[in-house]
């Protein structure tokens, strides 16, 4: 059953390339999220790749407590090959021009692939975006909102395993040194965090070093023997196999989708291993742009709700704990209570005011 309001798929007028622009769901307010540029075997695994993190936005917004819906979008590049600018631009315009007519159902914003000025170049076409740059009026890149809002999931984490918020002498091991991880792994060091990083980039060994990190392979750092495992890099890294793997005692991070299959999350329960919901450890990106650029927020505003992460995964692992639950169960009752409770769209307006529409 297609789950999703609504799913365009366009070849770019300019560029040739698929543009697919996935709404999950307007029921809590209009649609947002990243635009996603990226390499794919064939352009339906980009497809599909939309459908799952298009999902996975409205549970970010539902667990946040935003009024947003759920949307991604993706430009399916070939597996081998890199754009160059002129190819690229076209590529963002075809997106953009996929975007304007949806007339404000979904608004983008930065992903894999995608950067703040990116966001410039389709403000050209179209208001529905976030995070243009801040000389433009935009909020700027997200991510050191995500990477802040990842560190409040860690806190939360090490309260419920350690004790204490406080990350000092933790062993911490970062799977991915992009924009995010390089971000919060700079942010663990000035905490005290021991860590170990990897990147599939070899060249970004160099940030490692320069945090007194050590530097192990991507497998080696999933499997590393740590406290706590922090995925920031792309998704399904935790399949059937690495979850036996594991030798940490829990793993939070800011990669989306971080599940290979749903049941992972219940393998890594049964192996005591605590798993935060990558959708509720990786909002601080969008809380910030959303909070500030719909919402009005000030910075001090929205810097506070992005800390605020650190009590919304405290109360999903209450929660889960209360209820015998796993905390992405917790975290996805959540998700459906809220949604549940979000007013029909289709039924007659009633004078009471809307959910934070102002
Ligand atoms: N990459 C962000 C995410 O996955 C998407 C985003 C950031 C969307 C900021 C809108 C604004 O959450």
Known sequence: MLEHERVVIHTGRRSRLPVIVAVHSTALGPAAGGLRLWHYPDWRDGLTDALRLSAAMTAKFAVAGLPSGGGKAVVALPER????????????????????????????????????EDMALIGETTPHVF?????????????PHTAQGALAAL??????????????????????????????????????????????????????????AVWRSPDE???????????AALGSVLTRRTAADLRCRAVVGPANNQLATPDVADLLHQRGILWVPDYVASAGGVVNAVSTELHRASADEARARVRAIEETVG?????????????????????RRRLHAAPDPAAPPTASPGVGTR
């Open 81 to 116: 090959g890199e754009l160059d600018d002129a190819r690229r631009r076209d590529a963002l315009r075809d997106a953009a021009d996929a975007i304007a007519l949806l007339d404000g159902v979904y608004a983008t914003g930065p992903d894999v692939g995608t950067s703040s």
């Open 131 to 143: 995070c243009r740059p801040t000389a433009l009026g935009g909020s700027g890149d997200s991510s």
């Open 155 to 212: 806190r939360a984490v090490s309260r419920r395993l350690y004790g204490t918020a406080c990350l000092d002498g933790r062993r911490l091991a970062v799977v991915g040194l992009g924009r995010v991880g390089a971000r919060l792994a700079r942010l663990l060091a000035a905490e005290g965090a021991a860590l170990t990083v990897t990147d599939v980039d070899p060249d970004k060994r160099r940030i490692g070093d320069e945090l007194g």
């Open 221 to 231: 750092t999933l499997t590393a023997d740590v406290d706590i495992v922090v995925p």
């Open 315 to 335: 109360e999903v692992l209450d929660t889960a704990r209360r209820h015998g639950r796993t905390p992405a169960q917790a975290a996805s009752e959540l998700a």
